[in-house]
């Protein structure tokens, strides 16, 4: 399992999250890796932390003020980027155009969909991953893996019959060990997560018990 941890624009601290992240890695032997802000990539890859960007834009080099440049997210360090989170909705076309550019600097690619048509969608455009959110369980602390169960079983049904070499994660409300084990047992090959880890008092005692059944 991949465990994939958004830090949104929570007010934590990026690289003592990436630390931790790093450590329970190790430690666990489990993949995980963290997605800062644009403005921490740098500081969170110097960690050693496996790094992902929250977005990338459908851009090459030009007078784009204002953009997140593919080229620029990868010379940071970052492996991989999120794409189309429910925080960040993007236009189909945009989608197509910010895949386009994280294959151009070989980052790593997550499209982000509400719902297992969406799934469908996203599968179709050729991402390495498509992740799963219903956004209404969100920050609720409530977890997709045990709330909506079939979301995530109809999710990776729905990938598998438009292209089934694109691996599909489940988020919302992951926060224990005892949640990414539904995911798996549901077809998933990884989480995706936010508060759980971004606001807990102790992110790496967090981190040890999501990677604890694994
Ligand atoms: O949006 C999410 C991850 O990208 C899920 O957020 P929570 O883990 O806070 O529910």
Redesign the pocket.
């Known amino acids: 399992m991949f465990v994939l941890v ?1 830090l949104k624009a929570y007010p934590c601290d990026p690289v003592e999250v990436a630390e931790a992240a790093h450590e329970v890695a190790e430690e666990s032997g489990v993949r995980v890796a963290v997605a800062p802000q644009a403005a921490d990539l740098r500081a969170v890859a110097e960690t050693g932390v496996e790094t992902w960007a929250q977005h990338v834009d459908p851009l090459a080099h030009g007078s784009h003020t204002g953009s997140t440049l593919a080229e620029r997210v990868a010379d940071a360090g970052a492996d991989g980027t999120l794409l189309n ?3 960040r909705r993007l236009k189909l076309a945009e989608i197509d155009g910010s895949l386009s550019a994280a294959e151009r600097v070989g980052l790593d690619t997550v499209v982000c969909a509400n719902n297992p048509e969406q799934v469908a969608a996203a599968a179709a455009l050729g991402p390495d991953a498509v992740a799963v ?1 219903p956004p209404e ?4 602390g409530t977890p997709v893996s045990k709330a909506d169960p079939d979301v995530v079983t109809d999710a990776v049904e729905a990938a598998a019959a438009v292209d089934d070499s694109v691996d599909v994660y489940c ?5 224990t060990g005892d949640d990414v084990e539904s995911a798996a047992e549901l077809g998933a090959t990884g989480v ?5 880890v971004a606001k807990a008092d102790d992110p790496k005692a967090a981190l040890e018990d999501l990677v604890e059944p694994l």
């Open positions: 958004n989170h429910s925080e959110e369980l969100i920050g609720t988020g919302a409300g992951i926060s995706l997560l936010a508060s759980g």
